[in-house]
């Protein structure tokens, strides 16, 4: 007996049909405790359709196909917005809020992405991380100027009508605080929250700006001059120090982000781009950039962003990001509602290139196995995998590790812990546990 559900195309009649046999039926699907080494994702999709062809679901939609309309197919719809926004059964969908002194500073903190909540790869603009260190600026982009100077031919100033009249370049780079994930190397116990509000430091956007080269070239850089402190129009006057080296390789001076102008909380109207460096680096709001024989060891690079060592000293200028991955889901604050078919999904990335190979445990680690990675992946930019997870009911613990090109492994909380001093939080890319309770609860662990 042969079951045939869901046409591949409702318009190209030469095209068959998706056909499942019993002979499919009676093939083992991988459980929990034995993850497939080799997922193959059309039968994954497959075995999905059928599963849904076979459930009380599918006989009910069947059923609720009647003459009757909900209100919304019988009278008329809205007007046309200015601009677009998000439907209100989504509310739901927004960053979390975390001010780091409270109402004292307000503008002090961080807002979250959802990670959890979003698929793809790309980040909408609204749901881009922020961190700020004395909140967001209205900068009057009429008054605002970039400057070069220091160890420079010809120090220049840049008006945004001028730099909006360049040529530009788009690229789709991720963008992570150093102090991403630093809950859950400080709390001595796990933090029961969502993905977003532990790892929600990381976005990724479709980014177009000007090579900063361009700029460098123009103003005629020195011999002497191999760093360059940029700083931003901020009230906190965030600065950074970087090489010569990373400012004329792939640095850029972004204007716009997913196709419009970079919103307000992520540096209007310009901020720095340093693809794969911890984003305290991709300075907004960016006013200045000063070419120096040196580091400038300011306040943003030396009190803060150093990583404390088990021997009492620093390790100071980790500019390039580890290799890192996350399942987001099923993850933290989550409920599998019964036994069955589920999609294990999350996002790796690396600060050294592109992604190789993401592979997921249920077992916390015993076992490994390979990701589906969802199209090609690019350099400093998010990838998203994908695998087929059947829950037999049991306790597991869902864990994905990446590698890169380079062969860099993401590494263990572990391996972190002895690297690094008791209070070290910045740059944690360790693997991340997520426990599925017999009920189906999905609590944040540490293994």
């Known amino acids: 007996m042969k079951i045939t559900k869901f046409p591949r195309s409702i318009n190209n ?35 999905s359709f059928l599963a849904l062809a076979t459930t009380p679901v599918m006989a009910l939609a069947d059923e609720s196909v009647k003459n009757d309309f909900p209100a919304w197919s019988t009278t008329l719809g809205k007007g046309l917005n200015e601009y677009g926004q998000p439907s209100k059964f989504e509310a739901g969908t927004k960053r979390g809020i975390a001010k780091a002194y409270g109402d004292l500073a307000p503008g002090t903190g961080s807002a979250r ?7 793809g790869i ?4 609204g749901l881009h991380f922020d ?19 220091g160890l420079v031919d010809k120090p220049l100033n840049f008006s945004v009508e001028n730099l909006l009249r360049y040529p530009m370049i788009s690229r789709t780079y991720f963008v992570e605080c150093a102090g991403n994930s630093a809950a859950n190397i400080i709390a001595p116990q796990p933090i029961q929250a969502t993905a977003g509000t532990l790892h929600g430091l990381i976005s990724c956007s479709d ?14 850089v020195n011999p002497a001059g191999k760093w360059i402190v940029a700083e931003g129009a901020d009230a906190a006057g965030m600065s950074r120090s970087f090489p010569m080296e990373k400012a004329m390789d792939n640095a850029m001076i972004a204007l716009y982000q997913n196709g419009e102008r970079v919103r307000p909380e992520q540096g209007y109207p310009m901020r720095l781009l340093l693809p794969g460096w911890e984003g305290n680096m991709n300075v907004k709001w960016l006013r200045s950039l000063k070419v120096t024989a040196g580091p400038t060891h300011t306040k943003d690079e030396t009190s803060k962003y150093t990583d404390p060592l088990p021997n009492g000293k620093a ?17 933290g604050m989550m409920k599998l509602p019964s036994k069955g078919l589920y999609e294990i999904s999350g996002i790796a990335w690396s600060g050294a290139g592109k992604v190789a190979r993401v592979e997921l445990s249920t077992n916390g680690g015993k076992d490994w196995f390979d990701a589906e990675l969802d199209g090609p992946s690019q350099a400093f930019c998010l990838v998203r995998f994908r695998a087929p997870w059947t829950w037999n009911g049991e306790p597991a613990f869902l864990q994905s590790r990446a590698i890169d090109e380079h062969g860099n492994v993401q590494p263990t909380r572990a391996a972190y812990k002895a690297n690094n001093a008791v209070d070290g939080r910045y740059h944690n890319n360790t693997i991340v546990t997520w426990a599925v309770l017999a009920d189906g609860s999905v609590q944040n662990a540490y293994l």
């Open 13 to 47: 009649d030469h095209q068959k049909d998706i056909v499942l046999s019993q002979a499919d039926l009676a093939k083992p699907v991988k459980t929990s405790e034995t993850p497939n080494k080799e997922l193959d994702r059309r039968k994954f999709m497959q075995t």
């Open 113 to 119: 992405t959802p990670i959890e909540k979003l698929e």
């Open 122 to 125: 790309i980040t909408p603009s």
């Open 131 to 149: 961190r700020s260190h004395n909140g967001t600026p209205e900068i009057d982009p009429s008054k605002h100027q970039l400057s070069i100077y």
């Open 207 to 220: 980014w177009t700006g000007i090579p900063l080269s361009v700029l460098l070239k123009e103003a005629g």
């Open 315 to 331: 390790r100071q200028f980790t500019f390039e990001l580890g290799v890192k991955s996350i399942i987001t889901k099923p993850s």
